[in-house]
């Protein structure tokens, strides 16, 4: 919808007001009205929403490239920090168990890193039908796992700072806020892992586009290959539970980061992720309760208090 129409009159466009928005404010986000407005199709008649849809696998794939940009981002600022920071005679890079951290986010972000690359070659892979109907899974995958994760590694990469890490002059408080919009836009987490089960149940070759990334690292790692082959095992088997959904999406995208990182060549990081991800088990993410919990009782105990 054009502001101007091309008689020179204005188009019926109202905003009626700016959204004092979370973060992300230098991003001006208005309450929109419409008024007897003229809009031009911009897709084929009748087929609005696979056109919105279409748009929407590029900015999917926008945010979590954005997401692990912003995650390095914080745990850059944090090791910074840490190498200039002294307590207790020593600096805080220097002590186990804050290196020990470090380390643990800095795994986080070149998982997230490569899983985001290795997504956009799919995407520059615009003839090559295999390319393509990996992209159709992989996408929701990594918008759903990179920007869940990402928030929590900008609270723990804000915390290393301390007090200073919590104030706006900071260099982490603005790129915290900002973390969780790439989750909700575009599609929030639910979206995201039911757009999975709608690619693998509806689209074969997506399951055997996938299969074909994960196994390329067959023989390299018997720890993933037996997660892959479980895996594998459970999406050929039909598991498509719509409750237990963001289960498998986690599952995927671990399987996927490890299997992208052992061919990638790095022993150290390849190793250290599925020893603390795949075997450990990976940190759940909100909604992944396993069956036996009366999720209706646990709900109703928050509105009870």
């Keep these: 919808m054009h502001r101007v129409l091309p008689d020179g009159t204005r188009n019926g466009v109202y905003l009626q007001r700016l959204k004092d928005k979370l973060g992300n404010r230098s991003n001006a986000s208005s309450e929109v009205e419409f008024d007897d407005t003229h809009g031009w199709l ?29 995650m390095h981002q914080c745990v850059a600022q944090a090791i910074h920090h840490a190498r200039h920071r002294s307590a207790f005679g020593r600096l805080l890079i220097d002590q186990p168990l804050m290196r020990n951290v470090l380390a643990d986010l800095a795994l986080e972000c070149e998982a997230a890193l490569a899983l985001a690359l290795r997504l956009a070659r799919s995407f520059d892979s615009q003839q090559d039908e295999a390319e393509s109907a990996l992209r159709r ?46 989750g909700i836009w575009e599609g929030s987490g639910n979206i995201m892992c039911l757009d999975v089960l709608r690619a693998l149940s509806r689209e074969p070759r997506a399951l055997e586009a996938l299969a074909l990334l994960l ?23 039909g598991t498509s539970a719509e409750a237990s959904a963001r289960v498998l999406t986690e599952r995927i995208a671990l399987a996927a980061q490890a299997a992208i990182l052992l061919q990638g060549g790095s022993t150290v990081v390849a190793e250290g992720f599925i020893s603390s991800r795949l075997v450990a088990g990976a940190p759940g993410a909100f909604g992944v309760l396993p069956a036996g919990p009366d999720h209706g009782a646990l709900i109703e105990r928050v509105l009870e208090g």
Excluded at 160 to 178: K, M, S, T
Excluded at 215 to 225: A, K
Aim: charged share 30%; aromatic share 8%; with cysteine.
């Design 215 to 237: 196994q390329r690292s067959n023989g390299r790692d018997s720890r993933h290959d037996e997660y892959v082959a479980r895996l594998l095992k459970d999406l050929r088997n």
């Design 137 to 182: 899974v992989l996408t929701p995958v990594a918008k759903y796992w990179i920007c869940k994760r990402a928030p929590a590694v900008g609270a723990e990469a804000m915390e290393v700072l301390g007090g200073n890490g919590y104030i706006e002059e900071g260099p982490i408080a603005r790129r915290f806020r900002e973390l969780p919009l790439n």
């Design 42 to 70: 911009v897709g084929e008649e009748g087929r609005g929403i696979p056109t919105i849809l279409e748009m929407g696998v590029f900015t999917r794939f926008d945010c979590a490239t954005g997401a692990a940009g912003i």
